[in-house]
C-alpha cells in the first residue's frame, strides 16, 4: 500500500507556535499534497509539492519534500485557533490518472 | 477548483437497507472517486467513476456492496448496499478537476450511521 505513515497522531500546541508534521510513505509518487479536514467534513487541500521540488510555501504553510527518504514535512508558522483541524498527507501516484492514497493523519489542537 | 455537492449530509439507517448517496459537481469532470472514511481513521479510496463505463474498484470494495452510477460528466451516485453498523463511515465524493495532478475538491460528506 502506498498509504502515507504521519506522525506525530495528535499534537496540542499554543496559538503563536509553530506546529510541524510528518509524512513517510512507500515508493515512488508523482507528487505529495497536504489536505486538512475540520470535524469530520470534507477536506480542503492545502498544497501540492511536485516529486522534483523540495520546498514549497503557501502563506502560513511551508512544505518540504525529501524523496530519497520518501518522508515529507508540513510546517504551520504562528498558528492560529483556527488551524484546529486535522491533517492528512496525501500520495498522488501511478500512470495515467492520478490515484490519490491518504496518511493516516495528525490530529492537531491550537490552545488560544 | 469545483464546488461538490453532496445528499444527504447524514442519515441514520437500519441495517440490512440501503442507501444512495449523491454527489453534483459544478463543473464537467472526467473522473470522480468515492471515498470512505470510517471513525477516526483515514480516507480510503473505494472506486473511481468514469463517465460512461463501469467504476473501477479497490481491493476489498465489490460492485453488489457499493455499486456506483455515473451518468453524466456532472454527477455520481454511491449506494450502499444492506448495511451492516461496520458501514457506519463518512463516505465522500471527489473530483481531480485538472485531470492530471491528483489535486482533489471533496465535497462535505454523507455521515452514515447504521443501527
Known amino acids: 500500500s502506498q498509504q502515507g505513515e504521519e506522525d506525530p497522531q495528535a499534537l496540542s500546541i499554543q496559538e503563536g507556535e509553530n506546529a510541524t508534521m510528518n509524512c513517510s510513505y512507500k515508493?515512488?509518487?508523482?507528487?505529495l499534497q497536504w489536505y486538512r479536514q475540520n470535524s469530520g467534513r470534507g477536506l480542503v487541500h492545502l498544497i501540492l509539492?511536485?516529486?522534483n521540488e523540495r520546498e514549497k510555501h503557501s502563506g502560513r504553510l511551508r512544505v518540504t519534500l525529501d524523496t530519497s527518504k520518501k518522508s515529507s514535512s508540513l510546517l504551520i508558522t504562528a498558528s492560529r485557533a483556527a488551524d484546529t483541524a486535522s491533517y492528512f498527507c496525501a500520495v498522488a501516484w501511478g500512470g495515467g490518472y492520478q490515484k490519490v492514497t491518504f496518511g493516516t493523519g495528525t490530529k492537531l489542537q491550537v490552545i488560544p | 477548483s469545483a464546488v461538490i455537492s453532496q445528499k444527504p449530509s447524514r442519515d441514520i439507517c437500519q441495517r440490512g437497507t440501503s442507501l444512495t448517496i449523491q454527489c453534483q459537481v459544478d463543473?464537467?469532470?472526467?473522473?470522480m472517486f468515492w471515498y470512505r472514511q470510517q471513525p477516526g481513521q483515514s480516507l480510503t479510496l473505494i472506486a473511481t467513476?468514469?463517465?460512461?463505463?463501469?467504476?473501477?474498484?479497490e481491493s476489498g470494495f465489490v460492485i453488489d456492496k457499493f455499486p456506483i452510477s455515473r451518468p453524466n460528466l456532472t454527477f455520481s451516485t454511491l449506494t450502499v448496499s444492506n448495511m451492516s453498523p461496520e458501514d457506519s463511515s463518512i463516505y465522500l465524493c471527489s473530483v481531480d478537476v485538472a485531470g492530471v495532478t491528483g489535486e482533489l475538491f471533496f465535497g462535505e460528506g454523507s455521515r452514515l450511521t447504521v443501527l
Open positions: 463543473s464537467q469532470v472526467t473522473m
Open positions: 467513476a468514469n463517465q460512461g463505463s463501469e467504476a473501477t474498484y
Open positions: 515508493t515512488s509518487i508523482n507528487n
Open positions: 509539492i511536485r516529486s
